[in-house]
């Protein structure tokens, strides 16, 4: 089993600029999250899902959209880059609501 | 919403001294983990706590949650270089599906 696995690992973009973040769990989990991580700042919630289908805001969701169409993956898209989005982000993903979270190995993002 | 206050953000040791973090929510929790991150990896979960006035021990390393399951400390005896890194804690709300992290306790042991 891969567990969690975060494409790209690494990325440069440059303001104004699209990408997607790719997250896939082989597990069989509902619920999956994506996180950024800034010095100091710990990890806060961009977006999760539940469940195929569905998705929600998290405390900072702003400048990112999020898809889920299959169980298994959890698409972050960043539609005009900035150099706020700067930072390190993390998926992860549950097996029920009360389980341990398993969290990929993630994306070192930097927005120039 | 629910907030979750870890302290403190930073301790530096000397190898065999005892290390203690803090987590406080601002709500009652469902229960709560604890993860931790070596530099430069990701986060890995280490233990879940859901009673109240529960405690749980894993070697050098005891877990306590409050009575009033809205605090919970990570007590290191005699830490090892082995030992560095960042705590989190992780508060979670049934109701939602999502938890609420701590900015965490980075630790840092000198030999």
């Known amino acids: 089993n891969a567990g969690v696995t975060q494409t790209p690992k690494f990325r440069v973009l440059k303001t104004g600029q699209s990408m997607t973040l790719l997250c896939a769990q082989d597990m069989n989990h509902e619920y999956m999250y994506w996180y950024r991580q800034d010095p100091g700042m710990g990890l806060r919630l961009i977006h999760y899902?539940?469940?195929?289908?569905?998705?929600a805001k998290g405390e900072v969701p702003d400048g990112y959209n999020v898809s889920r169409l299959k169980k298994q993956n959890f698409l972050l898209g960043l539609e005009s880059a900035a150099p706020s989005q700067t930072s390190v982000y993390f998926c992860?993903?549950?097996?029920?609501?009360?389980?341990?979270?398993?969290f990929g190995q993630g994306t070192r993002l930097t927005v120039v | 919403g629910q907030q979750v206050m870890q302290i403190p953000q930073y301790q530096h040791v000397q190898e065999g001294e005892d290390f203690t973090t803090y987590c406080n929510s601002s709500?009652?929790?469902?229960?709560i983990q604890w993860y931790k991150q070596r530099p430069g990896g990701h986060p890995v979960f280490l233990i879940q706590l859901v009673k109240s006035g529960e405690v749980k021990k894993q070697k050098r390393l005891t877990f306590q949650f409050g009575e009033a399951k809205k605090n919970s400390s990570l007590h290191i005896t005699a830490t090892q270089t082995t030992d560095v890194g960042t705590y989190f804690c992780?508060?979670?709300?049934?109701?939602?599906?999502?938890?609420?992290f701590g900015d965490g306790t980075t630790l840092t042991v000198k030999p």
């Open positions: 992860a993903s549950r097996r029920g609501r009360n389980t341990e979270a398993f």
């Open positions: 992780a508060g979670h709300n049934t109701n939602a599906g999502k938890s609420t």
């Open positions: 709500t009652t929790l469902s229960n």
């Open positions: 899902s539940v469940g195929e289908g569905t998705t």
